[in-house]
C-alpha cells in the first residue's frame, strides 16, 4: 500500500506504535531477567504497568477514530528486538551485562519518543478529535520519565566510577 495522504501516515505510524507497545510489554521483562543488580531490574520491572497504560491510550485512540486495533511491525523494533537477544547470549560480565540492559532501554525509549512526536505532529495537522493529542502526549511524557530514569542510572555510575 502507498500512502498518499498525512492520515495515511498518521494511521500506519499509529499502528507501529501500537505493535511497538506491545513487543516492549516482553522486551522490558527480558531486560529485566537479563539485568544483573537489582536497581537495573527494578527500572524495567517498574515500568509494565505504564507499558499496560499506554497500550490502552492507544487502543482508546484507534476507537474514538473509528479504526480497528491493529499492529504494523517495524523493521527498526525488529532490529531492536534482535539486539537484545544477541546481547542476552554473549554478555556476561554484570557490570557490561547492567550496561548493556540500559542501553537497549534507552534505544527503546527514544524510538517510542520519536514515534510519538511524529504522530503529535500529524494530530496537530489533521486537527483529529480528543483525546488523540492527550493520550499521546501522556504517552510521550511516561517514555521520557523512562528515559531519564535510565539516564540518571548511568549517571550515577559515571560519579561512582
Do not use: W
Not at 557490561?96 to 527514544?110: A, K, P, Q, Y
Amino acid at each position: 500500500m502507498s500512502i498518499t495522504s498525512k492520515r495515511e501516515l498518521f494511521d500506519r505510524e499509529l499502528r507501529k506504535l501500537y505493535h511497538a507497545e506491545i513487543e516492549i510489554l516482553d522486551l522490558h521483562s527480558d531486560l529485566s531477567d537479563a539485568a544483573a543488580s537489582e536497581e537495573v531490574r527494578a527500572i524495567f520491572g517498574g515500568h509494565e504497568g505504564d507499558t499496560v497504560g499506554q497500550i490502552d491510550r492507544i487502543e482508546e485512540i484507534f476507537a474514538v477514530l473509528d479504526m480497528e486495533p491493529r499492529e504494523q511491525g517495524s523493521p527498526i523494533m525488529e532490529g531492536l528486538l534482535a539486539e537484545k537477544d544477541q546481547f542476552v547470549a554473549e554478555v556476561e560480565d554484570d557490570d557490561l551485562r547492567d550496561l548493556d540492559v540500559i542501553s537497549i532501554g534507552m534505544i527503546n525509549e527514544r524510538l517510542e519518543i520519536t514515534l510519538l512526536d511524529r504522530l503529535l505532529l500529524l494530530v496537530e495537522e489533521l486537527g483529529l478529535p480528543e483525546p488523540t493529542a492527550e493520550n499521546l502526549e501522556a504517552n510521550r511524557s511516561e517514555a521520557q520519565a523512562a528515559l531519564e530514569r535510565m539516564q540518571q542510572f548511568l549517571g550515577d555510575r559515571r560519579v561512582e566510577g
